[in-house]
Structure formats: C-alpha cells, structure tokens
C-alpha cells in the first residue's frame, strides 16, 4: 500500500454549537460560518448537520492531514527496524501500519484531531469580532477559536463520534456474538477504542477463562458427598485455588507484553510525550531548566536540585497517603464495625432494612467526598505521568471501597466465627449485589439518554409550531451527543468507566479468594457473571455510552498489584478460615492443625513470590523479537555513524592538504 494514498476517512469528531433561529438573518462573520471555515483552512473535512435543538459541526481528517499533524506533534512510531522514531511525513513507508492496515491508531488519530482543533489561532494582529444571534464574541489576536468559544459557552462540547461501519461489525463479531462466551476480537478491539479498553477485555477474557477451573472444581465439591473426607478437601481447594491465582497473574503479565508486540507498542509509551488532550498538556514531567527555575539555583546544582525534587516529591506522596490511611482508620473503619455489629444483633427485618439503607446512603456520600479529595491531593504529588497519577488515585480509592467491602464480612468471620451469616453475606454480595449493579450500570445511561430526548422534545413542545407534530430525532450525531460519556464514578479527570469497571472486578475477585473455604460455590458464580460482564460491557460501550476518548496505557496499572495484594491476603483470611472450622468440627486437634496450616500458609507465600522467578513475564518470541530489533537498529546506526566519521575524515583532509599548499 503507497503511504501517500488517502485512507478511507470517517467522520470521528463532533462539535457542538447553538442552532441559529429560522426567522434569523445572515450576519458578516457568522460564528459558525468562520469556525467551520479555519475547519476547513487546516485541512479538515466538515459536514454540518441540524439537530432538533442544536447544530453539530462533523469533522473528518485525510491521512495527509493526520500525518502531518503527527509530524507537528512530534510522535514516536514503530519503524520497520524496531526501533521508535519521530514520525516524518514524507518518510512514511517508513513506518509499521496498526494490524487493522491502518497508519495511525485511534489513539493517535485523536492526539492529531486534537492538535488540529485546538491549534487554531487567530494569526492576524487585530482582533476579529464574530457574531451570533445579537451575541458578540471578540477573537484576539494569537487566541485559539475552540477554546475561546467553549469559554463562552458557544461550543457546547468536542467529542468522538462512532464510526458506523466497524461498530456495526463490532456488535456482530463481539457483543452480539454469544457462542464465543470469552474469546473476543481484541486486534479490533484496540483499533476501534484504543489501548486501554483493549487491555481490559482482553484481561477480562482471560480472567473469566481461566475461572472455569475453580469453578468446575467447587461445583464438585458442591455435589459430590466425599464424607469424612471432605475436611481434607477444602485444604486441597485452598490450595488449588492458590496455585490457580498465582499462576494467572503470571501468565497475564506474558499475554499482556504479547498483545503490546502484536500492536507494536513499547513500555515508553507509559511516560506520556506531552500529547495536548482536549487542549490541556497531559505530561507534567519538568525539565531540569523549569526545575531549576522553580528551585532558584543554577546548573552547577543541578544534582541537588532533582535530588531535592525527588524526595520532595516522595514526602508528599507520603504525606497524602497517611492522610488516606488515618482517615479510613478514624472514620471509616468505626462506622463500618458499628453497622457489622448492630445487623448481627438486631433481630426485626425491617430494622435491618432500614440500617442498611442508611448505611449505603451514608457510605456513597462519605466515597464521593473522599474520592473529590483524592484528586485535590495527587495534583500536589510529583508524579511524572498522568498514568503514574491515576495509579495512586485507584490505590487511595480502593482503600475506601475494600473496607467498605469486606470489614462487615471480616467482622462474621473472624470474630464471630458464624460460617451460617458468612456464607448468606457472600451469597448477598456476589448474587443480589453484583446483578443489581449490572443493572443499574446498563439501564441508567438509557434513562438518562431517554430524560435527556425528553427535555429536547418538551422544551420544542412549547415553541411556536411544534405543539401538534411528534418530534424524532432523525441526526445521529444528535443522538450520540445526548448519550452519556464513559466516565468514573470518582470524576472524569483521571480516570474513566474503567475504574468502575476494574473496581468491579477486583472487590469480586477479593470476595471470592479470601473467602473460598467458606463459600467455594462462589467461583461459579463469579464465572457465570463474568460471562455476561463481556457481553454487557461491550453493548454499553458500543451502544449506551459516546465513544470513550482513546487514553494511552501499555498495563492494567496499579490494579495488577491489587490483585497480588488480595491474593497474598487471602493466604492469610483462607488459613484462619480453616483453624476455626476444623476446631468448630472437632474432628482435628487444634495443636497439630495449627502447625500445619501455619507451615502450609508459609509454604504458598514463598510459592508466590517465587513463580515470578521461573515463569518470564514475556514469552521467548517477544524477547527474540526484541532482541533482533535491537542487533538490527543497532548495526543501522554504526553504518551511518561510520559513513558520517568517514566523510568528515575526509573534508578534514582535504581541508588540511589546502593549509599545507598554502
């Protein structure tokens, strides 16, 4: 394929601006009329479309216009040799294409998108006066139009659209298609919603197939009566379920370098180049010049100064977190035991309904505040990345949730030793919790959408002509405007629906691991609802939600680290689990048990911190891979730097013989 020949171009980028009256006249410099103009001037394709109650502006780019805007950027792509270079238009065939054929990923096509709309500056030296319905808006000389109109209020809002073709495909292939329960399309995946959802399904795939075991394996032991056996069962389960987590945390981290040498993307990507997002920098790395301005030194320190800044930036992280922690113990944790307490000792239903209103009420407001000043605290910590800074976010955020989560269950089972209530709090959590959190996270993105056409129709209602005729929404645009967007719970800032989504995963995923002894029907369950969770995340993605803003990622980040936290936690909660069933049953003298569930926890822990050492985390290919690419960048560059020490030689010669001559 000839790099210089157009792509196919879709209409990915939608602006939001008012609809003009019917009964208004054309005024000179329409507002619309220029945006839609320095559009076109930098090189875009714009379609204008009329909603029911606004305009949308439909932009579309060439490939030339992305690749120069890429070279502007200053992107780093993976060329044929292996190596990640700054990408250069016109050396194009250059550079290795996305598995899809496509130049450019969507994540970078947006960067580009991006690059292109808010890089429109007014480059006159007067101010240009724009207008709109009797409205003046007063464009200065160097000021960017987009960002300019949206701090009017003009431009509602820039964001993706779906590219109707491949989502239809998608919904085919993947969300629709139920006789493939866990294998998805992860290559179109990543092409159609960047890499970060893409690492997400596919460890979500993963997960829910390698779940099947355990969940095979408890429902045997739900059937099978193994009688006097069974207290040497559950140990076996436990351990079985052990080995099971250790062995999959391993083996992710080799499909996730996998799927990164497949799309041809190295861990750098994880330190952000400065890309702009919706016009605001995403890097916050300092240079040593802007450290030593902020500091007041100059060069000759400049060992102290990034001596200084590191370990200033490590007191504030610490400082934040100890916040965090003594403010879970303070607060959290006292409300947590009190509500585990009094449903233990409140005997009418209906007082119990009514706590635990309360309790969830009470507990929704107290995450929200804690998660508002969670972002407030990381914007003072010296993290490099913005990735690095959504990592401490999950870190804090999921502190509140796992005590909220799991302390009412600690409560059951390690002081009261009720394996009855222990296992009813499980059923609870993981059947009435988790169905009804599916429903909820599916049906109110379509109520809001519903609400939303309702106002738009309500509001045209009560407008002159519009009172005897029923109103449809004919534009897709328009629709896709009024759907919600893929945000967290906790803000958009950071983080997106992901958060909710691995959050999800995770307090499952600690509900049944450090509780298997005592509920293994669980994994079952926990199988059966992660097969519908791929299915539905993907519906509401494709469906229910604008298409999410692509965000750069090369691992699932800190949440990897949370699950090896609740795995070692559960070897802990599993053997105390076993001591108190097997003294309850009175069948194993505690003396003897104890010292060897003791030496039995002992023997997993090192299990666990030793499989990292004799299964790689990538596979042999990608290290060869690796490995080639390097020899071959590396023979490349001892070439041309040998041909320049060559030629330099000889002007130097030259120049050497003409001194002698003279």
Not at 3 to 18: K, L, R, S
Not at 378 to 396: C, G, M, P
Not at 463 to 470: D, N, Q, V
């Amino acid at each position: 394929m000839n790099g210089h020949e157009e792509e196919q171009t879709a209409f990915e980028i939608g602006v939001v601006v008012p609809k003009r009256s019917a009964n208004e006249e054309n005024e000179d410099c329409d507002c619309v009329g220029v945006l839609v103009d320095e559009f076109r001037k930098a090189g875009l394709i714009v379609e204008r479309v009329q909603g029911i109650a606004d305009e949308f502006i439909k932009l579309a780019a060439p490939l030339e216009t992305l690749g120069r805007a890429a070279a502007e950027l200053q992107l780093r792509k993976r060329t044929h040799i292996g190596m990640d270079l700054q990408f250069e238009w016109e050396e194009v065939e250059a550079f290795v294409r996305q598995p899809d054929g496509s130049l450019f990923s969507w994540c970078e096509r947006f960067h580009c998108y991006q690059h292109l709309i808010y890089g429109i500056v007014n480059k006159s030296q007067s101010t240009v006066t724009l207008k709109f319905e009797g409205n003046e808006y007063h464009w200065k000389a160097g000021e960017n139009i987009v960002q300019k109109l949206e701090s009017e209020h003009f431009v509602k809002q820039v964001f993706p659209l779906h590219d109707e073709l491949k989502r239809k495909n998608l919904l085919k292939s993947w969300a629709l298609h139920w006789w493939n329960l866990t294998n998805q399309p992860i290559d179109e995946i990543y092409s159609y919603f960047g890499t970060k959802i893409a690492i997400y399904f596919a460890f979500l795939g993963m997960y829910t197939q390698w779940m099947l075991f355990p969940a095979a394996f408890a429902i045997a032991l739900q059937l099978i009566d193994f009688g006097s056996l069974r207290l040497l069962v559950l140990p076996v389960f436990f351990v079985g379920i052990i080995l099971w987590a250790v062995i999959f945390s391993q083996f992710w981290k080799r499909k996730n370098s996998a799927l990164l040498a497949r799309w041809q993307i190295s861990y750098s990507v994880a330190v952000d180049p400065g890309y702009k997002l919706l016009g605001m920098e995403w890097s916050s790395l300092q240079s040593p010049g802007e450290l030593l301005r902020k500091w007041g030194t100059d060069k000759t320190n400049e060992k102290e100064v990034y001596q200084k800044n590191e370990w200033f930036g490590y007191l504030m992280r610490f400082r934040n977190d100890s916040i965090f922690i003594l403010s879970i113990i303070c607060l959290q944790l006292p409300f947590e035991l009190a509500y585990a307490h009094l449903y233990e000792v409140i005997g009418s239903d209906i007082m119990k309904f009514g706590l635990t209103a309360f309790y969830i009420l009470s507990i929704q407001h107290f995450t929200r505040v804690c998660g508002k000043i969670s972002v407030k605290l990381i914007k003072h910590e010296n993290n490099e990345t913005t990735e690095k800074r959504a990592d401490s976010l999950v870190y804090k955020v999921f502190g509140l949730y796992f005590m909220q989560s799991y302390i009412g269950i600690f409560y059951h089972a390690l002081l009261h030793r009720n394996f009855l209530t222990l296992r009813q709090v499980l059923i609870q959590r993981l059947l009435v919790s988790q169905v009804f959190e599916n429903l909820l996270e599916n049906t109110l993105p379509y109520l809001k959408y519903s609400y939303k056409k309702y106002r738009v129709r309500d509001k045209k209602k009560r407008e002159k002509g519009f009172s005897t005729r029923k109103i449809q929404f004919t534009t897709r645009v328009e629709k896709e405007y009024m759907k919600s967007s893929y945000s967290a719970s906790i803000g958009e800032e950071l983080e997106d629906g992901l958060f909710d989504d691995f959050l999800e995963l995770a307090l499952q995923f600690g509900m049944i691991m450090m509780f298997a002894c005592a509920f293994p029907l669980s994994f079952a369950f926990a199988a059966l609802n992660n097969i519908t969770e791929i299915k539905t995340d993907a519906l509401k993605l494709l469906t229910m939600f604008k298409r999410p803003v692509p965000r750069a990622a090369t691992t699932i980040g800190a949440w990897l680290n949370i699950f090896q936290f609740l795995i070692v936690l559960s070897i802990c909660t599993n053997c105390a689990l076993l001591v108190w069933l097997y003294d309850q049953e009175g069948n194993w003298s505690i003396e003897p048990g104890l010292a060897a569930i003791l030496v039995m926890e002992h023997i997993l822990l090192l299990i666990k911190f030793g499989v990292s050492r004799f299964v790689p985390e990538e596979p042999a290919w990608v290290r060869a891979s690796r490995v080639k690419n390097a020899t071959q960048a590396q023979d490349m560059c001892s070439k041309q730097l040998l041909r320049t020490i060559s030629v330099g030689k000889k002007v130097f010669g030259v120049g050497r013989e003409g001194e002698r001559g003279k």
